[in-house]
């Protein structure tokens, strides 16, 4: 286990939602959630090859790292956040092919064409707060040719689940109280700034057009949109 980081790194995630704040997310997370969490990592799990080379962006603590570092043959997350790296490094310390780096998503310090899968899912496209476009071309300028950039956001059916998920977690103090008022339509806001956007197959197909890859938009067990990037 090799962990790098940047002692500039600041934002959300990095400060309040971080580490066992963050874990704690998770383990309140209802059946439904828990279900959607499970389908997303099986999605990817199931392009993942034996021994391939995977990055995956605002890995956290390392829920989803450790099953891809299992089948993988390297394993690099990258995260805002020093103290969910540091989590993730005392959790996966049996996983030796695993890298954790403090990096934005945004800027990428990998030379082109590295890995053969990039993984950016439970809508990390919204939650990072960068430039949409230019998180999925600097995800594809790191993928080998032949190689996915995975990229996930809610589907529709999901809102009251995803809902629900979110109020728990403000009920429990980790984020702010949700203001009713400006919640809606795929849109989750706090009263203290935080913010949940979505991205539909709309604006999934706006944001890759005339990448240097084909496109597949699908959903996968009426919870998650997947855009599968496929670098030519």
Known sequence: MLL????????YYADRLAADRLQRVYEIA??????????EQAHVLDRLDPGA?????????GRVLQPLAEKAGLAVGIDTSLSSLLLAERLLPSQTNCRLVQMDAAALGFPDRLFDLVV???NGISAFHVDQRHLLTEALRVTRSGGIAFFSSYSTAFWPERLRWFELQ????????????QTKNGVIVCRDGFTAT???ETQFRELSAGLDASVTIREVASSSLFCELRRL
């Open 4 to 11: 790098i980081y940047n002692e500039t790194m600041a934002g």
């Open 30 to 39: 209802t059946p439904p959630v828990q279900r959607y969490l499970a389908a």
């Open 53 to 61: 080379a995977v990055l995956e962006l605002g890995c956290g603590y």
């Open 120 to 122: 950016c899912i439970q």
């Open 170 to 181: 403000a009920e429990a103090g980790l984020v702010g109280e949700i203001d009713y008022q």
């Open 198 to 200: 979505t991205v539909d």
